[in-house]
């Protein structure tokens, strides 16, 4: 198996694909797959997510039955891969510089870490004008700091396979914030979290259109708790 699945969920993005296809392809780190979940899009995500894996085998093209929504995305990606680790990318973001060698590495370093991040970088919506954010603000990681509402650990983290499997994987009903819900579930359960590197792992793009600026609030992603 290769040791890292990285899950792109795609959702008529493809404006951004290319980008985030290529962060993936300039990793140092070569052992990994990744999959591009073809949300039921109608825009050209098929073809280029089809043109990459004609072009290397690593890239698996797949299409949701029907649109499945970003957090039914990302169970129909986790219960494809084939990695032990795994990592989300979202289709119009990007991964930093060597981010699979720095996580994977640290996973490899100590059994009992189970989640691990690093900091993140944000550009324009056109991919330019990258600067670093400050989150995550919290390192090490604090349970007690998650749990009062403040998330510390960005979307695109690698954990293990274990750590989707054993908690029943991302909830279904979590409208917004399914990632801090997740961190929030999981670390409850006993999987540790840590921030393991200060270099950028993810670059998120700042977009007019994105999801987060039109629904309003994050959702109460602690009420289940």
């Not at 089809?50 to 990606?77: C, E, I, M």
Request: aromatic share 10%.
């Amino acid at each position: 198996r290769p040791k890292v699945s990285v899950i792109v969920p795609c959702h008529n993005l493809g404006r951004y694909l290319v980008d985030c296809l290529n962060s993936v392809l300039r990793q140092r780190l070569q052992d990994w797959e990744c999959l591009i979940i073809d949300d039921a899009s109608d825009d050209n995500t098929a073809q280029i997510a089809g043109d990459y894996a004609a072009s290397d085998d690593r890239f698996k093209h797949h299409r949701t039955p029907r649109n499945l929504k970003l957090v039914g995305a990302l169970n129909f990606g986790a219960g494809l891969a084939k990695g032990k680790y795994l990592i989300n990318l979202d289709a119009d973001n990007q991964l930093g510089e060597n981010a699979l060698s720095y996580l994977s590495m640290a996973l490899d370093d100590d059994p009992a870490r189970h989640i691990v991040y690093g900091m993140l970088d944000t550009i324009d919506e056109d991919g330019l004008n990258r600067k670093r954010n400050n989150f995550p603000q919290a390192a090490p990681f604090d349970w007690r700091w998650q749990m009062a509402h403040l998330n510390q650990i960005t979307s695109t983290a690698m954990y293990r396979r274990e750590v989707w499997e054993r908690s029943g994987g991302w909830r279904e009903r979590m409208w917004r914030a399914e990632d801090a819900e997740f961190w929030c579930r999981v670390t409850s359960f006993g999987f540790r979290a840590e921030r393991v590197t200060d270099e950028c792992t993810l670059i998120y793009r700042m977009r007019s259109d994105s999801k987060s600026r039109h629904e309003p609030g994050d959702g109460d992603w602690t009420t289940w708790f």
